[in-house]
């Protein structure tokens, strides 16, 4: 079975520095996909930033990019220039394979506030 | 059009009412999903329907029966419901339930808010 570890319940970032929000899982497999969700507080859940487990480059979208690295199972997500909309609570999450039958597993998300 | 409606927004149920939640997608999607989720919590997956039929059920209890009508429809039935199922419901869909294409984003709802009394 699929884990997903974020060990940071919360975390403060001042407007326009830079955050980063550590995500570790534990997989057997070798081909799999792990995904940043966001939720602000509106509550509707919106995806940051995807990345496949057999690209070597590391995802970016913008203000958004991973640090992947697939040997320590570790996919942390930099934020730069941090905006007050980005204050919401942000789940890393891992796909064992496309198909619908390979589920989301989720880690325990953690809120991040941006400070104006 | 990329966007996954629900309704109600929100719901008050007392514990012997029958009620129903409904989700609409129109991207072509053939996988939809509902999740239960409660405050500072991950989504908890429920149910999967792929092609319209269910593929996953996560031995939900039996108060809470999904109905997917067509490919762009998915209802949740409730009925007998405890105070620990006040949560958020959230619905997702996905493109294709298969594996051929590389990746398979789910595109969530806004959600119900759902309060049982």
């Known amino acids: 079975a699929q884990t997903v570890t974020q060990s940071q319940p919360e975390m403060s970032v001042q407007e326009a520095e830079t955050v980063t929000l550590s995500c570790t899982y534990d997989?057997?497999?070798?081909?799999?996909?792990l995904f940043w969700y966001k939720q602000p507080p509106s509550r509707q859940m919106i995806l940051v930033i995807r990345q496949e487990a057999y690209k070597q480059q590391n995802a970016t979208e913008n203000r958004f990019s991973v640090n992947f690295q697939k040997a320590a199972k570790s996919f942390s997500l930099k934020i730069s220039d941090s905006q007050l909309g980005d204050t919401a609570m942000y789940f890393c999450?891992?796909?064992?394979?496309?198909?619908?039958?390979?589920?989301?597993?989720f880690g325990k998300g953690i809120t991040l506030s941006v400070r104006p | 059009d990329t966007e996954v409606t629900q309704t109600p927004k929100h719901l008050v149920m007392g514990m012997t009412n029958k009620k129903s939640l409904k989700c609409e997608q129109h991207?072509?999607?053939?996988?939809m999903y509902w999740y239960k989720q409660k405050a500072k919590k991950p989504p908890e997956l429920m149910f999967v329907y792929s092609y319209e039929k269910l593929s996953i059920n996560e031995s939900v209890p039996s108060r809470f029966s999904p109905e997917c009508p067509n490919s762009s429809l998915l209802n949740l039935h409730l009925h007998a419901l405890q105070p620990e199922d006040s949560a958020l419901y959230l619905c997702a869909s996905s493109q294709d339930p298969s594996e051929v294409i590389s990746y398979n984003e789910q595109f969530f709802g806004p959600g119900t808010r759902l309060t049982v009394l």
């Open positions: 991207m072509g999607h053939r996988a």
């Open positions: 999450a891992f796909m064992k394979h496309a198909g619908a039958n390979s589920k989301l597993t």
């Open positions: 997989t057997s497999e070798n081909n799999y996909y």
